[in-house]
């Protein structure tokens, strides 16, 4: 792997050698805190020659005629920055720019970005900003990235209180959460509407509903990619937030005179316990809603020249929560590491690197009941590495090694242990080519990663394809696919409707699985081993019906070949007396596979003061466990989310948010009917007198029935107050009503005494936000 990383770094630095064009690259920055600029426009006037920078404000474009340029970058909230710069021969112009805040004068070349569209495959991924977060409406007043996550087409949530969230029939345990590169085990609250992420830090976020490309790895469903900036080099500042759920506080600022090294600090902590008795008396019965949490987060990052840096950070995100005081869920999860940013002088390589590690342990307690825990530690080494090829083309490639360490224990439907502790390594590496044709209309990106398990002594080619072509310059088709795999296996059953515990583990070894797996033909496969395994394919068009006005348009379908689970038909221990007995009664897990297919509508209008994202999505998922085939509890059939978003006042100090969701009913197993089960020891017993005190359930088969169909409105109304003598002082009032028309959305219904638990009542809210 080194000889073949040191091959392609002087092989890709020596072609520039022998051409008569040169490069310009660079860093887009704020002048406001030298943060970067995502996403902004970089434009070589008179030319067609363009791009936009990365997540950290990078850019380079190459294989430009020698000669002397216009160089102009535009980005949304600043003003226009123009720079001529001189291409000489075989030479790399480095450019590093700091925009100022302030509106863009002129006409906004609009086009720039229509073309960014058109060198994209944006296939299955939505691509967001601090500011897109803070359009979604969320109960407290305080946006949340959990919030519009739920908004996503293809993701479905199952509740407000203990709830989880499901990406396109992917599990919780299927769907991978990064933030800057680094596995976060445990990303939402028990009160589903909370992450453990910082909003007002959050400078990007990819999300992945399938398809991703050959960079990522280690899940089989989907991937969300989240990206912090770093602290204020300019000056010190701050924000702080007061709500009837959260109070949070942010301080950031420069390290020393020079401007380069700087800070980040920010706390979390649930005041619910505290408040909802008091302002919600009419939630859970009185009791209010019972969530504790606070989450910390740090970083120091060292700036060097151009566009070099290196951060060092650390976290610890904690939740505990007591239902209806028989249960006590707690879990706690923190970590660290470091990551870099090198650009090597007179070299058109971008490298990026880091080493983090970070811990997750879960507790349930519950009375009359055993514990149960789990717990991972796991740590990453990883390097990726991209190379701006002419014509926008692009080559990413890169490798890292993970180290795993579980611990496990738990039980099944009939109180049967279920125990595993493990360590495990596992490598990958991956290579993607962006190929865009010389016309524009045909971007194809082909990549494969290869994935290395110590623990089964086995690697797994993944191919991948993500590819779009441009019909017109306003609709243009897209593709992606591709074959996935992990190492990780959930520590609940698919078939569970409320499970608060949500553990990790690796995958289990091929002593803990039946030797055979059932088909749904009736033929059966040997089982090598316990990995998941899934391959995607999504079809869709996207199409620019204005200026303002887009439509986007997506088919899926994913077939999970091999998925493992907690064997809830376990009856026996499997030890040599129960040898004649089947394996599917005595293992800890089965393999399971399924499928999930559907497709997703989004349209987007925009305009200055107004903004309107409706979203429909439509699926179906089906599991097969070799006996049955159900659906498992979050097969949501139909999906509406509308969201708004409309600026008025003065200066635009005021501003309404409102988002509308509906969905139809989730699957539950019915009950057909009550009976007492006799006791019957032998022929001569008296089944008259044999009959049990205790009641006994006949169900119906797995998942026949269907809840009522959830629907809710939030709206929220924003008044910010700014100060002529001081523009760094912001008050903004937020005042919000979650569940505005008092739906009554059931969460689950206790079987035995026919309580009904509903989801959210109608709650108001004042939030009060100061930054500084």
Same mark, same amino acid.
């Given at each position: 792997m080194r000889?073949?990383?040191?091959?392609?770094?002087?092989?890709?630095?020596?072609?520039?050698?022998?051409?008569?064009? @040169? =490069?310009?690259?660079?860093?887009?920055?704020?002048? &406001?805190?030298?943060?970067?600029?995502?996403?902004?426009?970089v434009?070589?006037?008179?030319t067609?020659?363009?791009?936009?920078?990365?997540?950290?404000?990078?850019?380079?474009?190459?294989?430009?005629?020698?000669?002397?340029? =216009?160089?102009?970058?535009?980005?949304?909230?600043?003003?226009?920055?123009?720079?001529?710069?001189?291409i000489?021969s075989?030479?790399?112009?480095?450019?590093? *720019?700091?925009?100022?805040?302030?509106?863009?004068?002129?006409?906004?070349?609009?086009?720039?970005?229509? /073309?960014?569209?058109?060198?994209?495959?944006?296939?299955s991924?939505?691509?967001?900003?601090?500011?897109?977060i803070?359009?979604?409406? *969320?109960?407290?007043?305080?946006?949340?990235i959990?919030?519009?996550?739920?908004?996503?087409?293809?993701?479905?949530?199952?509740?407000?209180?203990?709830?989880?969230v499901?990406?396109?029939? @992917?599990?919780?345990?299927?769907?991978?959460?990064?933030l800057?590169?680094?596995?976060?085990?445990?990303?939402?609250?028990?009160?589903?509407?909370?992450?453990?992420?910082?909003?007002?830090?959050?400078?990007?976020?990819?999300?992945? +509903?399938g398809?991703?490309?050959?960079?990522?790895?280690?899940?089989?469903?989907?991937?969300?990619?989240?990206?912090?900036?770093?602290?204020? +080099?300019?000056?010190?500042?701050?924000?702080?937030s007061?709500?009837?759920f959260?109070? /949070?506080?942010?301080?950031?600022?420069?390290?020393?005179?020079?401007?380069?090294?700087?800070?980040?600090?920010?706390?979390?902590?649930s005041v619910l316990?505290?408040?909802?008795?008091?302002?919600?008396?009419?939630?859970?019965?009185?009791?209010?809603?019972?969530?504790?949490?606070y989450?910390f987060?740090?970083?120091i990052t060292?700036?060097?020249?151009?566009?070099?840096k290196?951060?060092?950070?650390?976290?610890?995100?904690?939740?505990?929560?007591?239902? /209806?005081?028989?249960?006590?869920?707690?879990?706690?999860?923190?970590?660290?590491?470091?990551?870099?940013?090198?650009?090597? $002088?007179?070299?058109?390589?971008?490298?990026?690197?880091?080493?983090?590690?970070?811990?997750?342990?879960?507790?349930?307690?519950?009375?009359?009941?055993?514990?149960?825990?789990?717990?991972?530690? !796991?740590? &990453?080494?990883?390097?990726?590495?991209?190379?701006?090829?002419?014509?926008k083309?692009?080559?990413?490639?890169?490798?890292?090694?993970?180290?795993?360490?579980?611990?496990?224990?738990?039980?099944?439907?009939?109180?049967?242990?279920?125990?595993? $502790?493990?360590?495990?390594?596992?490598?990958?590496?991956?290579?993607?080519?962006?190929?865009?044709s010389?016309?524009?209309?045909?971007?194809?990106?082909?990549?494969?990663?290869?994935? @290395?398990?110590?623990?089964?002594g086995?690697?797994?080619?993944?191919?991948?394809?993500?590819?779009?072509?441009?019909?017109?310059? &306003?609709?243009?088709?897209?593709?992606?696919?591709?074959?996935?795999? /992990?190492?990780?296996?959930?520590?609940?059953?698919?078939?569970?409707?409320?499970?608060?515990f949500?553990?990790?583990?690796?995958?289990?070894?091929?002593?803990?699985?039946?030797?055979?797996?059932?088909k749904p033909?009736?033929t059966?496969?040997?089982?090598?081993n !316990?990995?998941?395994?899934?391959?995607?394919?999504?079809?869709?068009?996207e199409?620019?019906?204005?200026?303002?006005?887009?439509?986007? *348009?997506?088919?899926?379908?994913?077939?999970?070949?091999?998925?493992?689970?907690i064997?809830?038909?376990?009856?026996f221990?499997?030890?040599?007396v129960?040898?004649?007995?089947?394996?599917?009664?005595?293992?800890?897990?089965?393999?399971?596979?399924?499928?999930?297919?559907?497709?997703?509508?989004?349209?987007?209008?925009?305009?200055?003061?107004?903004?309107?994202?409706?979203?429909?999505?439509?699926?179906?998922?089906?599991?097969?466990?070799?006996?049955?085939t159900?659906?498992?509890?979050?097969?949501?059939?139909?999906? *509406? $989310?509308?969201?708004?978003?409309?600026?008025?006042?003065?200066?635009?100090s005021?501003?309404?948010?409102?988002?509308?969701?509906?969905g139809?009913?989730?699957?539950?197993?019915?009950?057909?009917g009550?009976?007492?089960?006799?006791?019957?020891?032998?022929?001569?017993?008296?089944?008259?007198?044999?009959?049990?005190?205790?009641?006994?359930?006949?169900?119906?088969?797995?998942?026949?029935?269907?809840?009522?169909?959830?629907?809710?409105?939030?709206?929220?109304?924003?008044?910010?107050?700014?100060?002529?003598?001081?523009?760094?002082?912001?008050?903004?009032?937020?005042?919000?009503?979650?569940?505005?028309?008092?739906?009554? $959305?059931?969460?689950?219904?206790?079987?035995?005494?026919?309580?009904?638990?509903?989801?959210?009542?109608?709650?108001?809210?004042?939030?009060?936000?100061?930054?500084?």
């Amino acid at each position: 792997m080194r000889q073949l990383v040191l091959i392609s770094f002087f092989l890709i630095t020596g072609l520039s050698a022998f051409s008569q064009t @040169g =490069t310009v690259r660079g860093v887009v920055k704020s002048i &406001e805190d030298g943060n970067a600029v995502p996403f902004a426009k970089v434009h070589l006037v008179g030319t067609d020659k363009f791009t936009a920078t990365d997540i950290d404000g990078l850019f380079s474009m190459p294989n430009i005629p020698v000669g002397t340029y =216009t160089i102009k970058i535009t980005s949304t909230q600043y003003s226009e920055f123009t720079q001529e710069i001189i291409i000489e021969s075989a030479k790399i112009v480095d450019v590093e *720019v700091e925009l100022t805040l302030g509106k863009t004068f002129g006409v906004v070349d609009i086009r720039i970005d229509d /073309q960014e569209k058109m060198v994209d495959p944006r296939t299955s991924v939505i691509k967001i900003t601090n500011t897109d977060i803070k359009r979604v409406p *969320v109960t407290g007043g305080t946006a949340d990235i959990a919030g519009y996550f739920q908004t996503v087409p293809g993701v479905i949530s199952t509740g407000d209180q203990g709830g989880q969230v499901y990406v396109r029939g @992917g599990t919780p345990i299927q769907n991978r959460v990064l933030l800057d590169g680094m596995t976060i085990y445990n990303p939402f609250h028990s009160i589903g509407f909370y992450s453990v992420f910082e909003t007002e830090l959050i400078r990007s976020a990819d999300i992945y +509903t399938g398809g991703f490309n050959a960079k990522y790895g280690g899940r089989i469903s989907s991937v969300m990619d989240i990206s912090y900036r770093d602290g204020n +080099t300019k000056r010190f500042g701050g924000v702080m937030s007061v709500s009837p759920f959260t109070s /949070q506080l942010l301080l950031e600022g420069p390290i020393g005179k020079k401007q380069n090294v700087s800070f980040v600090f920010t706390g979390k902590a649930s005041v619910l316990e505290l408040t909802s008795k008091a302002l919600y008396p009419y939630v859970n019965d009185g009791d209010g809603l019972p969530f504790n949490f606070y989450d910390f987060y740090s970083k120091i990052t060292v700036h060097g020249d151009k566009a070099n840096k290196f951060s060092v950070f650390g976290f610890s995100f904690n939740d505990q929560v007591t239902y /209806q005081a028989v249960s006590n869920l707690k879990w706690n999860s923190f970590g660290g590491g470091s990551n870099f940013i090198f650009v090597p $002088n007179n070299s058109e390589l971008f490298m990026k690197g880091r080493f983090n590690f970070s811990t997750y342990d879960i507790l349930l307690e519950e009375d009359n009941l055993p514990d149960r825990s789990s717990g991972i530690l !796991g740590s &990453e080494l990883a390097f990726d590495f991209t190379y701006h090829l002419p014509g926008k083309s692009r080559l990413d490639y890169g490798f890292g090694f993970n180290y795993l360490q579980t611990e496990f224990e738990t039980f099944n439907e009939v109180n049967r242990v279920i125990s595993q $502790n493990s360590t495990s390594v596992e490598a990958g590496a991956y290579i993607s080519y962006r190929h865009v044709s010389a016309n524009r209309r045909l971007i194809i990106e082909p990549g494969i990663r290869f994935q @290395g398990y110590a623990s089964y002594g086995e690697v797994t080619a993944e191919p991948r394809l993500n590819g779009k072509y441009n019909i017109t310059d &306003e609709f243009r088709l897209k593709m992606a696919g591709g074959y996935f795999t /992990q190492n990780f296996t959930s520590t609940t059953s698919d078939k569970d409707v409320v499970n608060l515990f949500n553990g990790f583990i690796t995958a289990p070894s091929t002593t803990a699985l039946p030797s055979t797996f059932v088909k749904p033909d009736g033929t059966e496969k040997e089982i090598k081993n !316990g990995l998941q395994k899934a391959w995607h394919a999504i079809f869709g068009f996207e199409v620019d019906l204005s200026k303002r006005l887009a439509l986007n *348009v997506e088919g899926y379908y994913k077939w999970f070949s091999q998925m493992t689970n907690i064997n809830n038909n376990k009856i026996f221990e499997d030890n040599a007396v129960n040898s004649q007995i089947a394996d599917v009664y005595k293992k800890d897990f089965i393999l399971e596979s399924g499928a999930a297919y559907g497709g997703d509508i989004v349209l987007t209008f925009t305009t200055k003061k107004f903004y309107f994202w409706a979203v429909y999505a439509i699926g179906k998922v089906t599991r097969w466990d070799g006996f049955q085939t159900y659906a498992p509890v979050f097969d949501r059939r139909h999906n *509406v $989310n509308l969201i708004s978003t409309y600026s008025f006042g003065n200066k635009e100090s005021w501003e309404i948010t409102a988002r509308w969701n509906l969905g139809s009913g989730f699957p539950f197993k019915q009950t057909n009917g009550v009976y007492e089960e006799p006791t019957i020891s032998d022929v001569d017993a008296d089944y008259w007198t044999g009959n049990s005190n205790n009641l006994t359930f006949l169900y119906d088969d797995q998942n026949n029935g269907r809840l009522p169909t959830y629907h809710r409105l939030d709206v929220n109304v924003k008044k910010t107050l700014t100060f002529e003598k001081n523009k760094n002082l912001k008050f903004e009032f937020i005042a919000g009503v979650t569940n505005m028309y008092a739906r009554q $959305n059931i969460f689950y219904v206790n079987r035995i005494t026919n309580q009904k638990v509903y989801q959210l009542p109608i709650m108001p809210s004042l939030a009060f936000n100061m930054k500084f």
